[in-house]
RNA sequence: GGCGCCGUAGCUCAAUUGGUUAGAGUACUGGACUGUCGAUCCAGUGGUUGCGGGUUCGAGUCCCGUCGGCGUCGCCA
């Protein structure tokens, strides 16, 4: 080693001894006689002191020339700073080193993203330049947060008897879900890689050949846009598990959220974790992954609205649609006039026509433009199902099902940030279960699966199979992180004649099956066991835990919006020479 | 694919209603300084306002197109 100590161990302990420290210039201040140095490595920063008489001239002198982000190799005295001059910013800041000999190991260009900065660069520099931005503390934070909370779930899953196993990044098209990354094969010319979206039909082959028990930190990818919280390319901890239900992968999950939460954030998390229904979620939250860091909880309101000459409502009421509504509490102090103005344009983007609403008025009747067409009885009646107060605003969302939830679910996320009603450093884990088995595809008609096609339906429910798909439940769960969906899984088919039924209904013959997944069936032929599991978004977990608002953030080299990476500039193009070894023409 | 925000010095930003030679902080260069830690003080360098076109007496500012970054809807079984 070129170094006897990192930057961040020295204390008065070791004042007296000559160490080496190596690492970057992270600033440094020059007072003609002498020169100070705060030199940074990933473990912290120590003052290194370029003085007489510990420091000869010609070093001095030499170490004028130090710019930031130079590295270098500092020999020096461990000392004890003088009084009333240690620096309780940092957490060396009792000592110094007192340079001996110093050597300048390499030397750096002006950086365009300082590590040290005070402002952070836009987020293009800061990709361009990916090697700069990590060395930024808060990043090196964030890539040993990943890295402890891998290490965890490896660990955690490990100790109950998983077997790590690598599934192959090069497979098959599985046309149905997500758009694929294609890889060319060049001794199969005209055939075609694609790239996992998921490791889904391995395990369960794994599980047939009898691991009972599957692990694995897996890399997957999706061609499809991005967003502030999604990848092209993302890293899942994926299980399988062999004769078990829903409550032993669930367990197994309440663990190691447990286990993670201590120990990452100091915080106790009592299990089991809290579950409700898909339905009942839609219900009281109108979303699949509420938040539950906060109320706003939804409140039917049809009955009432049906009673009112409020035409919207009376005639949603009418057409079988609903009318629900949130109260906002102490949201005229949110909200002026204005305010709901900026809320109604706000809905509209989510398909609504319009925002009607209460005020709570200071003598507790509910007031507003609508409110002329309610009688003073039924304004009495919507003030109590709503709870309602002085200085509440009750917002309403009056259409079909499916529509009042987008808008409320919207809307209720929203008024949480605007109105900060979650705490920094809150976190809430729960479960949402049973998922409906297919949702209908208007577009085109038929029957879709919710998760994949593999999803094992609740026994009470096989009966719809037949009779009523819409209302078949699927054994399927999904752990929801603050409102985000961080992780999801399924107890799958393993009986043929089900999984037949299954296929039919969503229109899969019987040559498209063989032909899409003939060997994940086949496999199920020979003594598949009962076996199901689930995968984790790794990158939301660690993007969760380090609060961080974008997933860019916990990913060492990630893409843009545009799927590019801004520092290597991939994708890029390449010659004719290999893409006539691959048989490819490009056609633009 | 749709909608929205953004692009000015190495970096972070400013520039009144379209009006003089596009400014500030920081960084950088040179100088001063024996204890600083966002060092300080003095001086200086640094600009095709992303790119292309248009309107105008005059464009960083307005219009059209385009490229790039971000957010969001669609999409993500």
């Not at 009972?212 to 061609?223: G, H, I, K, N, T």
Request: proline content about 5%; charged content about 25%.
């Amino acid at each position: 080693m070129l170094r006897t100590h990192t930057c961040g161990e020295l204390s008065e302990q070791q004042c007296g001894q000559s160490v080496t420290l190596c690492g970057w210039v992270d600033s440094y201040r020059d007072h003609g006689g002498g020169l100070f140095v705060d030199l940074r490595d990933r473990y912290g920063v120590t003052q290194v002191v370029f003085n007489p008489p510990d420091t000869p001239v010609d070093a001095i002198e030499a170490s004028k020339g130090l710019r930031s982000e130079f590295v270098i190799k500092a020999v020096g005295n461990v000392a004890e700073r003088p009084e009333g001059m240690a620096n309780p910013k940092l957490a060396t800041g009792a000592i110094e080193v007192r340079v001996t000999e110093f050597q300048i190991l390499n030397k750096s260009l002006v950086p365009p993203v300082v590590p040290n900065g005070q402002e952070l660069p836009g987020e293009d520099l800061r990709l361009k330049h990916r090697y700069l931005d990590l060395r930024r503390p808060a990043m090196q934070r964030i890539m040993m947060l990943r890295a402890r909370m891998i290490k965890t779930m490896r660990d955690h899953c490990t100790q109950q008897g998983f077997v790590d196993i690598e599934t192959p990044v090069l497979g098959r098209s599985t046309p149905e879900g997500a758009r694929d990354y294609l890889v060319p094969s060049r001794v199969n010319q005209g055939t075609f890689y694609a790239l996992p979206q998921s490791p889904q039909l391995y395990k369960q082959i794994l599980m047939v050949a009898g691991f009972d028990r599957y692990m694995q930190v897996a890399r997957c990818f999706r061609d499809e846009d991005l967003r502030a919280d999604r990848q092209p390319e993302f890293t899942q901890l994926d299980l399988e598990m062999s004769f078990v239900d829903s409550d032993d992968v669930i367990g197994v999950i309440d663990g190691l959220v447990a286990r993670l939460a201590k120990e990452e954030l100091g915080l106790d998390v009592p299990t089991p974790l809290p579950r409700m229904t898909y339905d009942e979620a839609m219900e009281r939250f109108g979303h699949d992954a509420p938040d539950l860091r906060f109320g706003l909880e939804i409140i039917e309101c049809t009955d009432l609205a049906a009673k009112s000459d409020f035409g919207v409502f009376k005639n949603v009421a009418k057409s079988g649609g609903r009318v629900r509504a949130i109260n906002v509490k102490n949201g005229l102090s949110q909200y002026s006039r204005r305010g709901i103005d900026a809320l109604t344009e706000f809905v509209k983007e989510f398909g609504a026509k319009g925002l009607a609403w209460f005020r709570a008025e200071e003598d507790g009747k509910l007031g507003g433009s609508i409110a002329k067409f309610f009688s003073e009885e039924l304004l009495a009646e919507f003030g109590g199902r709503m709870a309602a107060e002085p200085g509440d605003l009750i917002l309403f969302s009056a259409d079909q099902f499916a529509a009042t939830c987008r808008v409320l679910h919207a809307l209720r996320t929203k008024i949480a940030r605007e109105m900060k009603l979650t705490k920094p450093g809150e976190m809430h884990f729960s479960w949402v279960e049973e998922f409906p088995m297919f949702d209908f595809d208007e577009d085109e008609q038929r029957w879709q699966a919710m998760h994949h096609p593999f999803t094992a339906p609740l026994e009470r429910d096989l009966a719809h199979l037949e009779d009523d798909p819409g209302k078949c439940r699927a054994q399927a769960y999904d752990l929801v992180i603050n409102g985000s969906e961080a992780g999801g899984g399924t107890i799958r088919i393993h009986d043929a004649e089900i999984q037949q039924k299954v296929f039919s209904l969503l229109g899969i013959d019987e040559a498209t099956a063989k032909e899409r997944f003939g060997f994940l069936l086949d496999a199920l032929q020979y003594g598949a066991p009962p076996h199901g599991g689930i995968a984790l978004g790794i990158d939301r977990w660690v993007m969760l835990f380090g609060e961080l608002e974008n997933i860019r953030d916990c990913i060492a080299f990630p893409k843009t919006q545009k799927a590019t990476d801004l520092m290597t500039e991939a994708p890029g193009t390449v010659d004719a020479k290999q893409l006539k070894e691959l048989g490819v023409k490009i056609d633009a």
